[in-house]
């Protein structure tokens, strides 16, 4: 009975068959190292432009932040009375403004709008700060 197989040729090789398993399995193998390796390294790129991003954002707020505390307080500057150790005004600056401003054109501040403004300011000017 083995005589009836041995004259008959296979059609394939087992070994090559094998061969060709194995080879497009280490194919598939490079190929998804290699596709793994690709989409972490965007994904590093990516966290890296992230992360610039938000330090600008970061930078910029601050920025924001301290030029908005700046003008806070030259805001504070002109509407309040500085006061010295002996309680007398040390600075006015936006009632000096408004004087000065008088005095160089004397007709425009009998206007109505600086006489509201002289009398909005004139109960500031009596604030006394500790």
């Known amino acids: 009975m083995k005589n009836q197989f041995s004259g008959k040729k296979s059609k394939g090789n087992p070994i ?3 061969w060709l398993i194995t080879l ?3 194919s598939v193998g490079v190929f998804m190292v290699y596709f793994i390796w690709s989409t972490l390294t965007d994904i590093r790129t990516e966290r890296e432009n992230l992360f610039e991003l938000k330090q600008n954002f970061i ?3 601050t920025t924001l932040e301290s030029g908005l505390a700046k003008q806070k307080s030259e805001l504070t500057d002109l509407l309040e009375a500085k006061l010295n150790i002996n309680n007398q005004i040390e600075d006015l600056r936006l ?3 408004i004087r000065d401003y008088g005095e160089l054109f004397p007709i425009q501040i009998s206007s109505p709008p600086f006489k509201s403004l002289k009398e909005i300011l004139i109960p500031f ?3 006394k700060i500790n």
Do not use: A, D, R, Y
Request: charged share 5%.
């Open 59 to 61: 930078s910029t707020q």
């Open 16 to 18: 090559k068959l094998v």
């Open 125 to 127: 000017s009596s604030l």
């Open 95 to 97: 009632i000096n403004l």
């Open 24 to 26: 497009l399995s280490f």
